[in-house]
């Protein structure tokens, strides 16, 4: 059975054709699954019964089912514990910001990256998702929440550069612009070069988390294949080619990476790259004592600022909800 919603227009022509089905078709079955956002072939009632009969014999219509949801009651925000067709869960997030609805999705169930402080890799890797796995992140949110979705963030539960060919197909099918994307990556250089072939106006955020070769190296065991020394070259040539800032993300932990020397460090490593550098407080899990305190992310933030650096601090948002990536996962298996 080929999973329908995870081909393009054109694969979709690709796949009808042999069945006997007319070119033409697959714009109508395109347009029945994803703008009319149709479930069951028997619904496409502009194609003759036996040719619905031909297609639900040849092809599936994956689906996610919502396993568990938490709503924020400080923001809007919502959480959703997705259950895929093999028992497996992933997570996505809604968030609601003045400019739209934003979405965090996830690209992989688990992940293999293995950074210290984040839940989502701590119960290993088990598999990349696929397009349709991807996209029906948004389309089941839509539907259940009423809302439109303007903005996706690459930035749940896996690394999307890891999943490179599944990540770029959902972009090509999500329908949204990509001037409204943020994929996330720890840093993966020979997919970043890759990516910037691609020539997608979307926002590549890198993970950086310090500027200190040593330091990132003992929360992200990615730092020793891909040093900082190669990636900061490697974002210079992403900037060239795509013409596209990049935003790099450092979260920050009290005692570990917010030091003068730390901002010292990182200055001298972004200075003269077209950036924005976007703060993240930590969140702290359970697997691992990482905190840090608003005053200390105010003041590291200030002294790049007053360095001509353009920098935010991301706003913590469904806290309540414990809405930093993989820890409700984690929670639901635990338990089961
Ligand atoms: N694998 C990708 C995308 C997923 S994580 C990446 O590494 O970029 C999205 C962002 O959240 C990354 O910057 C990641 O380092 C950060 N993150 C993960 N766990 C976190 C935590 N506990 N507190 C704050 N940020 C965290």
Aim: one cysteine or more; a positive charge; proline letters at 2%.
């Amino acid at each position: 059975m080929i999973d329908i919603l995870s081909l393009n227009l054109q694969e979709t022509e690709q796949a009808i054709i042999p069945l006997g089905l007319e070119k033409y078709r697959a714009k109508q079955i395109y347009t029945w699954l994803h703008d009319r956002r149709c479930r069951n072939f028997a619904d496409m009632t502009n194609i003759s019964t036996a040719m619905r009969t031909k297609l639900s014999e040849n092809f599936c219509i994956k689906s996610l089912k919502i396993y568990k949801k938490l709503e924020s009651k400080i923001d809007n925000t919502v959480k959703y514990l997705f259950e895929l067709e093999d028992t497996q869960y992933i997570e996505t997030v809604l968030m609601e910001y003045d400019h739209g609805n934003s979405l965090c999705v996830s690209t992989q169930v688990g992940c293999k990256m293995g950074c210290d402080f984040c839940a989502s890799t701590k119960a290993g890797f088990i598999r990349n998702l696929t397009p349709a796995e991807i996209l029906l992140q948004i389309y089941e949110t839509e539907y259940d929440s009423n809302k439109k979705i303007s903005n996706v963030v690459l930035m749940g539960i896996g690394e999307p550069l890891d999943n490179y060919d599944n990540t770029i197909k959902f972009l090509e099918l999500c329908g949204i612009s990509m001037r409204n994307v943020s994929l996330s990556t720890c840093g993966l250089i020979p997919q970043i070069y890759k990516l910037a072939e691609e020539k997608l106006p979307l926002t590549l955020s890198i993970s950086l988390h310090s500027a200190i070769q040593q330091k990132r190296e003992k929360i992200m065991p990615v730092a020793k294949k891909y040093p900082l020394k190669e990636l900061i070259e490697c974002c210079k040539k992403y900037i060239e080619t795509t013409h596209r800032r990049i935003t790099f993300e450092y979260t920050c932990i009290d005692g570990f990476n917010i030091s003068r020397d730390d901002a010292d460090a990182l200055i001298k490593l972004l200075r003269g790259i077209n950036c924005h550098i976007n703060l993240i407080p930590v969140n702290t899990i359970k697997e691992a004592n990482y905190n840090v305190s608003q005053i200390n992310i105010e003041k590291f933030k200030t002294f790049l600022q007053e360095r001509n650096f353009n920098v935010t601090i991301r706003r913590r948002l469904g806290a309540d909800i414990n809405a930093a990536c993989g820890q409700l996962k984690r929670e639901v298996e635990k338990n089961k």
